[in-house]
């Protein structure tokens, strides 16, 4: 009963997300499109104390152009998410459908952790049966972290396709 009302509450968070001015349904958006409004919704955009995370999350790697004081425009931090994104699908698109999820929870916890991570080991064995699995990945710093529940169980409801 406890995660049934959890998933409610992630639908409905989902649902307050959603810009005012959108006069259709999250759902009715293609899934990567859902998946850029779940990030920005749940990482927000990043401020320039936040260094090395510029945009919506994004980790500055070295050679990267990015300055330590600079904060990025809505723009480019749109743009520089949606690159991430890309990325990261491609990297999990031999898992179809299955592959924008791999690249929500890669896009937060890092490809290492995926890689390595029990609901990448079962959608290789062909058991879908992932909800237990991927939403386990809510832990920071060793501790149980509300909001990264709720960041799981939104992406799981929104973007896992049966």
């Not at 639908?11 to 990030?39: D, N």
């Not at 320039?48 to 990025?72: A, C, D, S």
């Not at 690159?83 to 929500?104: E, N, R, T, V």
Request: charged letters at 25%; hydrophobic letters at 40%.
């Amino acid at each position: 009963m406890r995660k049934l009302l959890m998933f409610f509450m992630a639908l409905l968070t989902l649902a307050a997300a959603t810009p005012a001015s959108a006069k259709r349904s999250i759902m009715e958006l293609p899934p990567f499109e859902r998946a850029v409004l779940i990030i920005k919704k749940f990482e927000t955009l990043h401020k320039p104390k936040h260094w090395p995370y510029v945009g919506y999350g994004h980790q500055v790697q070295p050679g990267e152009p990015y300055r330590r004081g600079v904060q990025l425009t809505e723009k480019q931090a749109d743009a520089l998410l949606r690159k991430d994104l890309c990325k990261f699908c491609s990297l999990y698109s031999q898992y179809g459908k299955d592959s924008i999820l791999l690249a929500c929870l890669a896009y937060n916890c890092g490809p290492g952790v995926v890689n390595k991570s029990t609901v990448l080991k079962k959608l290789k064995r062909g058991d879908r049966n992932i909800f237990k699995a991927y939403t386990a990945h809510c832990r920071y710093k060793g501790k149980f972290h509300k909001q990264l529940h709720l960041r799981r169980l939104t992406e799981f409801a929104a973007l896992f396709v049966k």
